[in-house]
């Protein structure tokens, strides 16, 4: 299942997100900064920076 965790780097989604990928989801998460993109591709992750109000730009990483 493809999967989009919006607050993956905050308490819930640091805990979520390795259980998602266990599970063998396909998951996507926002992170605004460089590391944390790296931190989750690292992981399997696809990490992308978007805003949660540009619905354009939030359709296009359904894609990804």
Same mark, same amino acid.
């Given at each position: 299942?493809?999967?989009?965790?919006?607050?993956?780097?905050?308490?819930?989604?640091?805990? #979520?997100?390795?259980?998602?990928?266990?599970?063998?989801?396909?998951?996507?998460?926002?992170?605004?900064?460089?590391?944390?993109?790296?931190a989750?591709?690292?992981?399997?992750?696809?990490? #992308?920076?978007?805003?949660?109000?540009?619905?354009?730009a939030?359709?296009?990483?359904?894609?990804?």
């Open positions: 299942m493809r999967i989009f965790v919006t607050g993956a780097t905050g308490v819930i989604g640091r805990r #979520v997100v390795p259980i998602l990928l266990a599970g063998r989801h396909h998951v996507s998460a926002i992170a605004r900064s460089a590391e944390k993109r790296a989750f591709a690292r992981l399997g992750v696809n990490a #992308v920076d978007v805003s949660l109000f540009a619905p354009a939030l359709r296009r990483t359904r894609r990804a």
